[in-house]
Nanobody, 128 residues
Framework: QVQLVESGGGSVQAGGSLRLSCACS????????MGWFRQAPGKEREGVAA????????YYADSVKGRFTISQDNAEVTVYLQMNSLKPEDTAMYYC?????????????????????WGQGTQVTVAS
């Protein structure tokens, strides 16, 4: 059974930094795609960043390029989202998602419809 456990998040002032962590376990495939998504009140869930096994592929939404970095540990179990230069518009509930298997496309990696397994979400609030 695939399970995801998220941690991190919190409240910061604009310009500050936060790091989110997410561990995906319980799958048998040797590869997997993991992504970070966010959803603000009244808005649709949007993709933020994604990473494929071994760091072979990473992809970012234009709104976070240069500010957010997605990475993973050597065991490829835990994925991190380092968020720098945070802005008030980054305020949202952040979710990690996991897709075990060898599927990966740059354009599809930030589409929430392509992920079946989701974390519980963690709140990020950026004050102006």
């Amino acid at each position: 059974q695939v399970q995801l456990v998220e941690s991190g998040g919190g409240s910061v002032q604009a310009g500050g930094s936060l790091r989110l962590s997410c561990a995906c376990s319980g799958y048998t495939y040797s590869s997997r795609l993991m992504g970070w998504f966010r959803q603000a009140p009244g808005k649709e869930r949007e993709g933020v960043a994604a990473i494929y096994t071994g760091g072979a592929g990473t992809y970012y939404a234009d709104s976070v390029k240069g500010r957010f970095t997605i990475s993973q540990d050597n065991a490829e179990v835990t994925v991190y989202l380092q968020m720098n230069s945070l802005k008030p518009e980054d305020t949202a509930m952040y979710y990690c998602a996991c897709r075990p298997g060898n599927w990966w496309t740059r354009s599809g990696s930030l589409d929430p419809a392509n992920f079946a397994y989701w974390g519980q979400g963690t709140q990020v609030t950026v004050a102006s």
